[in-house]
């Protein structure tokens, strides 16, 4: 199968799908008997692994920082960037934790200066007009600001340190117009779903769904939004953890508060301002996750590696700070979101050997609604093939990605799993 490439790939994602195409054309032309060649000798991965780490360096010419997550430097002309980007950049390294990641403070200061206003303007002068408009910004706003605060949660802020006070309160500002209560995404991310890891315990695991089944999936969205308040805190006491039990609550009920004071100030405005995004950030978190564990292995559906994906697409790695790259984070929570490519090269043979799933041109929301409508073909023809689905036909993988989505009984968890509390 050829590979297209999309004009709107990521430098980094360039690359590796580069790397990957030159993968299959080399086993398609090797001889039935051939043996395979060594890690790292093969396809010039070692100048692949050069030229992304060139990418993160900065003492090396190649040295980018992201500034803008819609633009790369190539695509800002001189004169602009020489009177405007550079100096800018310059500074805001100075700024951020990472040189990297001038692109997080590019998206606070938009977000304070114009979610920030615009929510008050609304609430103080509701017009229905401003109201769609805020929706709709606050909308495209979300995914990006919710990415960039996945990093911050898993790597205690973002921020240089002679900014910490400002790194810890920009979320508690930002975050209830984005559609997240305090806190709750960082214990319910980092101290739940990453500790179980989509197994049994995890209270937005896929394993007990048919996941392909449009009423499964609105039973497992439905659960998180009915009940989530309640089980979370309930998860952390069975777990011994009361301390962490009570900030849940604590964090999820006092955002509840903030929408009930403000409702009884301005209904029409509270609704487009908080409920709103409210809602639709936990419906689409919950459609992205079942997107990220939908295809997991049957035998070995404890492994990182064949319980998640990874995707090499335009919206999840451009905007979304490589979120893509879900595997990965996986295999290391705490790995800098412009690592990610780097590191799947580097451990591309161990993707291949653990028989992972690579994709490209197709987003995790658009994985669900695929799976749901049993697309599989279609599936298949975006699947990039490793190791030994490199000569699959197309047919063949579309029979191997649907038996990644059997449902689990209890009696396959207790095998796979063992006892579960």
């Avoid at 040189?99 to 103080?124: E, G, K, N, Q, R």
């Avoid at 609604?369 to 047919?395: E, F, W």
């Amino acid at each position: 199968m050829g590979l297209t490439f999309s004009p709107f790939l990521t430098p980094s994602d360039a690359i590796v799908l580069e790397d990957l195409a030159q993968d299959i054309s080399d086993r398609k032309e090797r001889e039935p008997g051939d043996r395979p060649r060594p890690p790292f000798k093969e396809n010039n991965d070692l100048a692949t692994v050069e030229s992304l780490a060139s990418l993160n360096n900065v003492n090396h010419p190649h040295f980018q920082p992201t500034v803008f997550t819609g633009w790369d430097q190539a695509d800002i002309s001189e004169s602009i960037d020489r009177v405007l980007i550079r100096p800018y950049a310059a500074w805001a390294e100075t700024v951020v934790r990472r040189p990297t990641d001038v692109v997080f403070l590019t998206h606070i200061i938009i977000y304070l200066c114009t979610s920030v206003p615009s929510a008050i303007v609304l609430i103080m002068r509701f017009s229905w007009l401003h109201a769609m408009l805020h929706w709709l910004m606050q909308a495209w706003y979300s995914g990006a600001f919710t990415l960039m605060l996945h990093n911050h949660i898993h790597n205690n802020g973002i921020l240089a340190r002679k900014y910490a006070w400002f790194d810890r309160v920009w979320p508690y500002i930002l975050e209830p117009l984005m559609g997240h209560t305090w806190d709750s995404y960082y214990y319910h991310h980092v101290k739940h779903h990453h500790v179980e890891n989509n197994g049994p315990g995890d209270l937005s695991s896929t394993l007990r769904y048919q996941r392909d089944e449009l009423v499964h999936f609105l039973c497992y969205v439905g659960r998180f939004m009915a009940f989530v308040w309640l089980e979370l805190p309930l998860y952390f006491l069975r777990k011994n953890k009361p301390s962490l039990a009570m900030k849940t609550a604590i964090s999820e009920f006092s955002s509840y508060a903030l929408i009930f004071l403000l409702a009884k100030f301005n209904l029409h405005a509270t609704i487009f301002v908080l409920i709103i995004p409210l809602v639709q950030m936990r419906v689409a978190m919950m459609t992205g996750n079942w997107g990220q564990h939908a295809l997991v292995d049957e035998l070995e559906p404890d492994s990182d590696l064949r319980s998640s994906i990874t995707l090499i697409d335009v919206a999840s790695n451009r905007y979304c700070f490589n979120d893509g790259y879900h595997t990965s984070h996986h295999l290391n929570p705490r790995r800098h979101w412009r690592d990610h490519p780097l590191a799947f090269i580097k451990a591309k043979q161990q993707y291949g050997d653990g028989r992972a799933l690579v994709f490209r041109n197709i987003d995790y929301i658009m994985i669900t609604v695929t799976l749901l409508r049993k697309d599989y073909m279609h599936l298949a023809a975006c699947l990039v093939p490793i190791g030994d689905q490199i000569g699959m036909s197309q047919t063949e993988i579309a029979d191997l990605l649907r038996t990644k989505t059997k449902k689990f009984s209890e009696e396959g968890i207790r095998q796979k799993y063992g006892r579960v509390r």
